[in-house]
């Protein structure tokens, strides 16, 4: 690739390049701080494990605010799914259950959370764009239905007694990768392959950047609604099974801080809140630089967990007021030519 080749890749996604730059920063420091400690082949598997389940929460965010929307109701969601399969497999799988069959109730199991999270996304799709509801109302609404759901579901306490073959298949490291950032991969790639290849993706991004042009063009703005938040939805579902099989259990209120870091990750990423501006690139990149700070802050026994949630929030702060200016900036460059 020739420089004159990388310099117009550079100009033509200038915020994917700074997070290039950050990330490296971020490597460089991390390693500089905690040495081998930091680059051992235990705490990047752990990385692959840790990150997956909120980084699908921050691509599942990611898509309903292109479309200048949110979804709070994604940790939900993911809960929600996670204890409906631990309802399934408590009810399903006995002591005399073979494995085979064991193994087949799962897979099954699991196609029914991901179709389940889907249909709660068409919900919240249904509410905005059908009824006309702002998603921060509606999803804040469907965020205590699903919530309320799995309390009465779970009594409020936690679900376990899973079969074992769940939380081996999660701690698997085919080729020494774990599982769990094999599920990310997955997923992240279809996810990006959508929002950036397809007519869909296309389709979204009219909608967030204007209501009434996307209307006038003649898509049905409700059916755009509707597979955004269904597409949240199928995402969130994913986080929930990763949950489930990382801590071989389910609970109504695991990840309870995930939605401030999906929202962190997807703007940090370059996803305007006001809609129609960013790609599935920057938000994967965003992903890493949250999981090495996260890392890099565990190796530190000083530092409490509960500083965590001042660190993301100001963190968040921070890169919307960065945000705002680097877009203020560019409006009076517009302007003037």
């Known amino acids: 690739m020739s420089m004159a080749t990388i310099r117009s890749l550079m100009q033509k996604d200038q915020n994917l390049t700074r997070l290039c730059i950050v990330f490296l920063a971020v490597f460089i420091i991390c390693t500089v701080l905690k040495g081998t400690l930091f680059l051992s ?11 997956p389940e909120f980084g699908l929460l ?30 399934a ?13 064991v193994t087949a109730i799962i897979l099954c199991v699991f196609l029914l959370a991901l179709l389940f999270g889907t249909l709660c996304g068409a919900l919240n799709g249904l509410l905005i764009g059908g ?18 759901c799995a ?27 774990p599982v769990p950032f094999l599920i990310f991969a997955v997923f992240a790639a279809a996810a990006a392959f959508i929002m950036e290849r397809t007519t869909l993706g296309y389709k979204l991004r009219m909608l967030g950047t204007s209501v ?12 755009l609604y509707i597979a955004n938040y269904m597409l949240s939805g199928l995402l969130s579902a994913a986080a929930g099974i990763i949950m489930l099989g990382r801590f071989n259990s389910a609970k109504a209120d695991y990840g309870a801080s995930y939605v401030m870091e999906a929202i962190l990750i997807a703007v940090l990423g370059g996803v305007d809140p006001y809609g129609g ?10 992903i890493l630089i949250v999981q090495m700070i996260s890392s890099w802050l565990n190796m530190y026994e000083s530092i409490s967990n509960f500083y965590r949630q001042i660190i993301w929030g100001a963190l968040l702060i921070f ?12 409006k009076k460059k517009a302007s003037e030519h």
């Open 58 to 87: 921050a691509i599942a965010m990611a898509f309903t605010l292109y479309t200048a929307g949110i979804d709070l109701s994604v940790v939900a969601i993911a809960n929600l799914s996670a204890v409906l399969v631990a309802k």
């Open 131 to 148: 009824v006309g509801i702002t998603p921060i109302l509606a999803t804040l609404g469907t965020q205590a239905l699903f919530m309320g």
């Open 89 to 101: 497999l408590l009810l399903l799988v006995t002591p005399e259950t073979d494995a085979g069959t």
């Open 151 to 177: 309390v009465v579901l779970t009594g409020g306490s936690t679900l376990g007694g899973l079969p074992p073959e769940i939380a081996k298949g999660m701690a698997a490291k085919p080729l020494g990768i």
């Open 41 to 51: 082949v235990n705490n990047f598997q752990s990385m692959g494990k840790q990150f």
């Open 319 to 330: 890169v919307l007021i960065y945000n705002h200016i680097v877009s203020e900036r560019e």
């Open 212 to 223: 009434k042009a996307s209307a006038f063009t003649g898509f049905s703005n409700v059916r």
């Open 277 to 286: 501006k960013g790609n599935m690139k920057g938000v994967i990149v965003a």
